[in-house]
């Protein structure tokens, strides 16, 4: 794919890794499109020099605006992203996750893109695995109408790529975390931790603590978008030849997340333990050997993310939160 200033249409670009996507893409060259319907997006994310366009993702006028713009690549980041609400509301999640995915990818046919990059879940598409680190070519077997919703997302792209030739690719992050996270949900508990910190209030831990997460920078997620935009792909035979998870492949449990976000920041605080939440896996790790192959890897440390997403936080905090 050429790169000097071809067109990507952001899907999400407003969000948290949305928003440093646009950012990477925008720093090697490329002409930025965000579009976003700022549900929890924010206009201050979008980085100086790329577009915002505020549109749902389900609209119907997106096929025409993707045929005015003409993007060589579309990436797609706009999703619901709460597995507690895909559970209270599962149709809701459909409505964004599949139906608006789909609309995207007509879309991005309809406009001609020469390929498409959907972000999946890592986290949630392989269930509790087998397998630690976890590869890509592992069992499928999401427990949550979110986790079903990420997944059915690369069954349809696979099927656009068998059907109408559209290039896809597909990655599945594990736990994203950094600065512009928004400290809610499991996703967010080092945004949460920090907010708590500055406030001089315990951090919260769910169970024993020995529950395990595969902890992954913002930025190096950024680099595998770009990564993944201009590698060569084969044709595939099943969603796994398309798939690349991005993360560290390191198990790290809440209590050692817990303790090295308090060494990092200089502030003492309590721990307290309250009962586990139904359905939580227990440990996560994902093998990102094929990634590595392609000449990505994770750069930045965890201490060293993890003061990063203090800083951020310290500067932005307004009150309480969690
Ligand atoms: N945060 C993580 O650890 C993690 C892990 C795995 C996968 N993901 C995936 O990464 C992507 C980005 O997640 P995030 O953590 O940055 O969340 P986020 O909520 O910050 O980003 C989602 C963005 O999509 C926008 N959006 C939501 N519904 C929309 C709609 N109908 N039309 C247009 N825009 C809409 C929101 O306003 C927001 O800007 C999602 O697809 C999510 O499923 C995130």
């Not at 198990?251 to 605080?269: I, K, M």
Request: aromatic share 6%.
């Amino acid at each position: 794919m050429t790169e000097s200033s071809s067109t990507v249409l952001v899907t999400g670009g407003a969000g948290f890794i949305g928003s440093h996507v646009c950012q990477a893409y925008r720093d090697a060259g490329w002409h930025v499109i965000a579009l976003d319907n700022l549900s929890s997006g924010t206009k201050e994310n979008v980085p100086d020099g790329v577009e915002l366009i505020e549109m749902d993702i389900r609209s119907e006028a997106l096929p025409e605006f993707a045929k005015e713009c003409r993007p060589a690549l579309v990436n797609h980041h706009a999703a619901q992203i709460d597995v507690r609400l895909s559970v209270a509301d599962p149709r809701l999640d459909a409505s964004i996750n599949l139906d608006g995915w789909l609309n995207v990818l007509e879309s991005a046919r309809a406009a001609g893109a020469e390929r498409v990059v959907y972000v999946s879940s890592g986290g949630v598409v392989y269930g509790e695995p087998d397998q630690l680190p976890t590869a890509e070519t592992a069992p499928k077997a999401p427990i949550s109408p979110y986790g079903v919703s990420k997944l059915a997302g690369e069954h349809y792209q696979f099927c656009f790529r068998k059907v109408h030739g559209l290039e896809g690719v597909a990655l599945r992050y594990s736990n994203v975390y950094g600065p512009r996270q928004d400290p809610h949900g499991e996703a967010g508990v080092i945004a949460l931790f920090s907010r708590r910190l500055l406030d001089g209030r315990p951090l919260r831990i769910f169970g024993n603590g020995e529950q395990t997460r595969d902890y992954v920078y913002v930025g190096d997620v950024a680099a595998a978008n770009l990564a993944v935009s201009a590698l060569s792909l084969p044709d595939p035979e099943s969603i796994d030849d398309v798939a690349f998870n991005v993360a560290t492949g390191v198990e790290v449990s809440v209590r050692e997340l817990a303790a090295t976000l308090l060494d990092v920041s200089g502030r003492a605080a309590e721990i307290e333990f309250v009962p586990a939440r139904p359905g939580e896996l227990l440990r996560s790790a994902l093998d990102t050997a094929r990634l590595r192959a392609a000449g990505w890897r994770p750069e930045v440390e965890l201490a060293e993310g993890l003061r990063r997403t203090y800083e951020y936080i310290a500067e932005h905090s307004q009150g309480n939160s969690g």
